[in-house]
């Protein structure tokens, strides 16, 4: 079961602040190097237009995909 209350600790908080700052405009599924790991950005819908349609906000979290050696 998927743990939906995950709070990140300050030192991730601090990681996804630095690559928001260094990659504001980065396009979903872009991999950057940061610290000499490799995270990607992913998107996903925060609300829908009262219809269920449209996006009308999108939210972002970084994903660590490889650590430093």
Same mark, same amino acid.
């Given at each position: 079961m998927p743990n939906?209350?995950?709070q990140p600790t300050?030192?991730?908080?601090? &990681?996804?602040r630095e690559l928001d700052e260094r990659y504001p405009h980065a396009k979903s599924?872009?991999?950057?190097? /940061?610290q000499g790991a490799e995270?990607? &950005?992913k998107y996903f819908p925060l609300t829908k237009a009262d219809d269920g349609g449209k996006v009308k906000e999108w939210g /972002?979290?970084?994903?660590l995909v490889k650590r430093k050696n």
């Open positions: 939906y209350h995950y300050p030192e991730e908080e601090k &990681i996804v599924r872009t991999i950057v190097e /940061h995270y990607q &950005i /972002h979290r970084w994903v």
